[in-house]
Each structure stands twice: as structure tokens, then as C-alpha cells.
């Protein structure tokens, strides 16, 4: 299981202090819903194929997975990529930055093969790369510099973005889009996963996610190019507005009940209190409203002409699964309401709605896999 989003936790329990928004404030919210989203509201998954930075490690995704995927009335998915997957260099030790842009051509022919695949189901593929030279939201595996701080890095991965663009120049932006990197953040240490750590500066993020948006559209200038919020994806970023970007949310709030005895979270997973929606936390009622009140920096970007979609959303295996429909189903209302479309973190796994070893649900067999139907029937009832 993957060890991520810890950060989530702080982020999250700050929103929890909003109270609800009263009758001007929802009538406001009414006239702002009328602001179309000017990104396609796709929806779908995450395939994880190249998530893991060990390219022995990473899940393979079935061919009848894409399949159903799109059978299902699906249009969307995200493919998280780690970069050391497609690099060549000793793995006895930490790379070097003199190692990491020796591009594998036979592993990223293998990302090529399962693009291709998710274009003959007419899925639109977001390109993601989930750890990029000197960042990733997850430890595991040693940086030699700071994304956020160092020149070196900063050209090191222009230089991979470079690469991607005029990898795939002569794809349709109706086919495929760039999603620059993965949930934002600075830690004091960035190869220590409990280092303290917030939001990346406005001004680094910004001069970051620009020359890598330029390297982009210097080779394709109608290409989609999506930056994740900050502070770990879940803070809008209105500093970025006047770029040609959209920007990418996330779907996990509140916290305790989207990461619900979640290991790699909780040093003591089985201590964590039981979870209800609507929840009663510290006090506060949180509720589909005060989803809401969480979305409405998100919205506040939509009025701007900046497109918005929800990258990654869900909930893990240990939320009791009535509670987990209850309250998902809100997030994906309050993403309908704004004409927000979503990635579920996985399809098979986990989070998914295949395969989630849950063990308060009665999968249906379907073709050997084990298949939840009332949470896939909740997701076809966004479509």
C-alpha cells in the first residue's frame, strides 16, 4: 500500500473549522454554480502502472480493465508516473543528477503501450508526473536536490517535459493532457516522509510551474496543461490564474473519514475513533455543506476562466462502506454542482471498485474479479 498523503491530515483539519455559509452566502453560491467550467468535466481513474519508482514494482493494468472502464460510461484516465521508472542508472545507490535524464527508450515505449490502449477505448489520458527530479509527495527514494529551491533541478525537469511534449506533439488535446506534478509540497527535508513541511512558496511554485509550461507550449501551444493545487493538491492557487493553466483538486476532505485507520497515517490505526457523515469533529458539523465551503476557493477559479477538475478522490478500505457512499456521494454532488469531473485514486486496489478488500461489502463476481457494484452504480450516477 502506497505510503502517502500524510500531509492531508493538517490540511484538512484546518477546513474543518468553517461553519456553514448562511442564506447570502448559498444564494451567492448559486449564481457562481452558473459559471461554466471551462474544462471537460472527465471522469475515471488512476491507472498506477508506473506510480512506483521501482519499475519491477508497478501494477500492470488488464486489458479488460480498460475495457470496462470505458463500457461503464467512463471517459478519463490519469496515469501517475514515477521518472526513475523510465531511467537508466545504478539502483544500488541514490541517483545523481548527472543520471536523470538517461531516458529508458524500452520503458517508455511500455508507457506508450498502455496510452495507446487507453486511446482505442476513447479514454482521454492525463499524463502525471507523480515524482519528478528533486520533488515527490512520497519518500522512498533519495532526490539529489530541491525542485523547489535548485536551478539544476528546475532544468532537469523542464528537460522531462520537454521530452513528453515531443514524445506525443501530434496527439489531439481531446486525447491527452499534461499534469505537471503531483500534489505540492515543501518539507524541511524532502527525502524524509515526516519531515515538517507546508504549502511550496507561491512565488517558487509559480516560477516552477511557468518554465515548465512554457517548455510545453513552445512545442504544442494548444496542449491542456493542469498544475495540482498546493499545500499536497488541496489548496487552489488563484497566484497561477493568469497562466495558461488549469489546475487540479482533490477529492479527500474531510480527512478521518477518507483515510479512515489509513497504516501509513496513523501510528496506531486501530485507536482511531469511529466515523459517521455527517461527521462530528471537534465540535463541528461537517456535512455536504461544509463540502462546499471546502470547494469554494476551487470555485472562485472557475469565475476566473481557470479550468478545474478533481485528479485524485476516494476513500480507503477501512471506512465503513455505508458511511464511505453516504459522504462520497456529497463530494461527487458538490463536484457535479460545479461541473467538476474526478479521478478515483484506483480502479483495482484499495480505493478502488475493484478488488478493495473491504470486508463489510458483498462483492459481485465479475469475470474472476471481485466487483462493488453499489459504488460503481454511485459513480455512473455522475455520468
Known amino acids: 500500500?502506497?505510503?502517502?498523503?500524510?500531509?492531508?491530515?493538517?490540511?484538512?483539519?484546518?477546513?474543518?473549522?468553517?461553519?456553514?455559509?448562511?442564506?447570502?452566502?448559498?444564494?451567492?453560491?448559486?449564481?457562481?454554480?452558473?459559471?461554466?467550467?471551462?474544462?471537460?468535466?472527465?471522469?475515471?481513474?488512476?491507472?498506477?502502472?508506473?506510480?512506483?519508482?521501482?519499475?519491477?514494482?508497478?501494477?500492470?493494468?488488464?486489458?479488460?480493465?480498460?475495457?470496462?472502464?470505458?463500457?461503464?460510461?467512463?471517459?478519463?484516465?490519469?496515469?501517475?508516473?514515477?521518472?526513475?521508472?523510465?531511467?537508466?542508472?545504478?539502483?544500488?545507490?541514490?541517483?545523481?543528477?548527472?543520471?536523470?535524464?538517461?531516458?529508458?527508450?524500452?520503458?517508455?515505449?511500455?508507457?506508450?503501450?498502455?496510452?495507446?490502449?487507453?486511446?482505442?477505448?476513447?479514454?482521454?489520458?492525463?499524463?502525471?508526473?507523480?515524482?519528478?527530479?528533486?520533488?515527490?509527495?512520497?519518500?522512498?527514494?533519495?532526490?539529489?536536490?530541491?525542485?523547489?529551491?535548485?536551478?539544476?533541478?528546475?532544468?532537469?525537469?523542464?528537460?522531462?517535459?520537454?521530452?513528453?511534449?515531443?514524445?506525443?506533439?501530434?496527439?489531439?488535446?481531446?486525447k491527452l493532457s499534461?499534469?505537471?506534478?503531483?500534489?505540492?509540497?515543501?518539507?524541511?527535508?524532502?527525502?524524509?516522509?515526516?519531515?515538517?513541511?507546508?504549502?511550496?512558496?507561491?512565488?517558487?511554485?509559480?516560477?516552477?510551474?511557468?518554465?515548465?509550461?512554457?517548455?510545453?507550449?513552445?512545442?504544442?501551444?494548444?496542449?491542456?496543461?493542469?498544475?495540482?493545487?498546493n499545500g499536497g493538491g488541496g489548496m487552489a492557487v488563484p497566484e497561477l490564474a493568469d497562466l495558461d493553466l488549469s489546475q487540479s483538486c482533490r477529492g479527500y476532505h474531510p480527512f478521518p473519514i477518507s483515510h479512515h485507520k489509513a497504516s501509513w497515517v496513523y501510528k496506531n490505526p486501530e485507536t482511531v475513533p469511529p466515523v459517521t457523515w455527517p461527521l462530528n469533529q471537534e465540535g463541528v458539523m461537517l456535512d455536504i455543506q461544509s463540502i462546499r465551503d471546502y470547494y469554494s476557493p476551487w470555485r472562485d477559479l472557475i469565475t476566473k476562466r481557470v479550468g478545474v477538475h478533481c485528479g485524485e478522490c476516494g476513500g480507503y478500505n477501512q471506512t465503513p462502506h455505508q458511511v464511505f457512499l453516504a459522504w462520497f456521494g456529497d463530494v461527487l454532488q458538490v463536484l457535479k454542482e460545479m461541473e467538476v469531473g474526478f479521478g478515483i485514486w484506483e480502479f483495482s486496489g484499495d480505493f478502488g471498485i475493484l478488488n478493495s478488500r473491504r470486508k463489510d461489502v458483498e462483492y459481485e463476481d465479475w469475470y474472476g474479479e471481485k466487483l462493488d457494484r453499489k459504488y460503481l452504480e454511485l459513480l455512473q450516477r455522475q455520468i
Not at 178 to 205: A, I, T
Not at 215 to 222: A, D, E, F, P
Open 178 to 229: 499534461f499534469d505537471l506534478v503531483n500534489e505540492p509540497y515543501q518539507r524541511e527535508n524532502p527525502n524524509d516522509q515526516h519531515s515538517p513541511g507546508g504549502p511550496v512558496d507561491v512565488l517558487d511554485y509559480r516560477r516552477v510551474a511557468q518554465a515548465a509550461l512554457d517548455t510545453i507550449k513552445i512545442v504544442k501551444r494548444n496542449r491542456i496543461v493542469i498544475a495540482d493545487g
Open 1 to 174: 500500500m502506497k505510503s502517502r498523503r500524510t500531509f492531508i491530515k493538517k490540511t484538512s483539519i484546518l477546513s474543518t473549522g468553517l461553519g456553514l455559509l448562511g442564506n447570502a452566502a448559498v444564494a451567492g453560491y448559486s449564481q457562481v454554480k452558473s459559471q461554466r467550467n471551462p474544462l471537460p468535466a472527465w471522469k475515471g481513474f488512476n491507472l498506477l502502472d508506473f506510480f512506483s519508482h521501482d519499475p519491477d514494482q508497478g501494477r500492470v493494468t488488464k486489458p479488460e480493465y480498460l475495457q470496462w472502464i470505458a463500457d461503464w460510461g467512463f471517459d478519463f484516465v490519469r496515469i501517475p508516473i514515477s521518472y526513475p521508472s523510465y531511467i537508466k542508472f545504478d539502483r544500488t545507490r541514490p541517483i545523481r543528477p548527472d543520471e536523470v535524464l538517461n531516458f529508458d527508450e524500452q520503458r517508455l515505449e511500455a508507457v506508450d503501450q498502455l496510452v495507446q490502449h487507453c486511446w482505442d477505448k476513447g479514454l482521454h489520458v492525463s499524463l502525471n508526473l507523480h515524482r519528478v527530479p528533486g520533488f515527490c509527495i512520497n519518500a522512498g527514494f533519495v532526490e539529489p536536490y530541491n525542485l523547489w529551491k535548485d536551478q539544476e533541478a528546475l532544468q532537469a525537469f523542464c528537460a522531462h517535459w520537454d521530452m513528453w511534449a515531443k514524445r506525443y506533439k501530434g496527439i489531439s488535446k481531446k
